[in-house]
Nanobody, 129 residues
Framework: QVQFVESGGGLVQAGGSLRLSCAASSRTFSMSPMGWFRQAPGKEREFVAGLSWNGGSTLYADSVKGRFAISRDSAKNTVFLQMNSLKPDDTAVYYC??????????????????????WGKGTLVTVSS
């Protein structure tokens, strides 16, 4: 059974940093484009960042560009989201997502949540002012 487990969330003051991790249960996902999304209370889930299967291409939401960085360690089946200069508006549950095979192994990065087939249960990030 496919499983993604997010970790690293917590309470941080505005201006602080957190590093989220997403561990995949299967090495299959070392070839999958991956994404991070977030959902704040009362709002729809939104794209945060995504990267291609080898990490060569990345994409960010305008709201986090220059502050967040997505990366992956394929040997450890783990994707990271480094979040700096956090703002209260970044408060949300953060989810990682992956796609099912087969994979094209190109430069594709996906921002549409419907492009992803597997989701973690999320980790809560709370930024206090």
């Amino acid at each position: 059974q496919v499983q993604f487990v997010e970790s690293g969330g917590g309470l941080v003051q505005a201006g602080g940093s957190l590093r989220l991790s997403c561990a995949a249960s299967s090495r299959t996902f070392s070839m999958s484009p991956m994404g991070w999304f977030r959902q704040a209370p009362g709002k729809e889930r939104e794209f945060v960042a995504g990267l291609s299967w080898n990490g060569g291409s990345t994409l960010y939401a305008d709201s986090v560009k220059g502050r967040f960085a997505i990366s992956r360690d394929s040997a450890k089946n783990t994707v990271f989201l480094q979040m700096n200069s956090l703002k209260p508006d970044d408060t949300a549950v953060y989810y990682c997502a992956g796609r099912r095979p087969p994979y094209r192994l190109g430069d594709d990065v996906f921002s549409d949540p419907h492009s992803y087939d597997y989701w973690g249960k999320g980790t809560l990030v709370t930024v206090s002012s």
